[in-house]
């Protein structure tokens, strides 16, 4: 199921009826999703089994919450606290993309609904922490930067096996 976000479309000065042509052979969906949606200004999301073209604005909105057991990975808190730091440098898109700032008028902390005070209030509902007790990964973060992370830990622990493997032959 495709479904087309015509609203996102329309902010990006295309319709619904926007003729695309590519040949493209030998590709991931990914990448072939990719190389036509990016350069117009547009990306996908899948929610509930639907793949949903949206602009990347949207697609950046569009949060999910994952577990990643990583107790493989690691067993004291300073090899989860290096974990984490890595994947934070590599996945993790840079801190003015990940928080938004929204203008409150009149916010009230202990005073009258009258306060004529201005205040900017920072909202990130995005999250991402290692929770060692349960040797786990916690991530509330985009499709994009799921995908990242999933291959990263994957790459972590091809190395990991790779230098068993070597530390084995050596023997």
């Known amino acids: 199921n495709v479904f087309l976000d015509g609203r996102a479309l329309r902010e990006q000065g295309l319709t619904t009826?926007?003729?695309?042509?590519?040949?493209?052979?030998g590709v991931t969906l990914k990448s072939a999703l990719d190389t036509i949606l990016r350069p117009?200004?547009?990306d996908y999301v899948v929610d509930q089994q639907v793949l949903k073209i949206t602009s990347i604005e949207e697609?950046?909105?569009t949060l999910k919450?994952?577990?990643y057991p990583i107790a493989d990975l690691g067993s004291s808190p300073e090899e989860f606290k290096a974990l984490e730091n890595v994947i934070r440098n590599t996945c993790l898109p840079p801190s003015p993309i990940r928080e938004k700032y929204y203008p409150v008028d009149d916010l009230v902390i202990g005073?009258?609904?009258?306060?004529s005070r201005k205040s900017v209030a920072?909202?990130?509902s995005r999250s991402f922490s290692v929770v060692p007790q349960c040797q786990a990964l916690v991530v509330n973060e985009t499709d994009r930067v799921h995908f990242k992370i999933t291959e990263l830990l994957k790459l972590l622990r091809q190395v990991r096996d790779d230098q068993a493997s070597l530390r084995s032959e050596v023997k």
Do not use: F, K, M
């Open 65 to 67: 919450l994952r577990i």
């Open 59 to 61: 697609a950046n909105r």
């Open 40 to 42: 117009i200004g547009l």
């Open 122 to 124: 920072q909202y990130s």
């Open 111 to 115: 005073g009258t609904a009258n306060s």
């Open 17 to 25: 009826e926007e003729p695309i042509n590519v040949s493209l052979h």
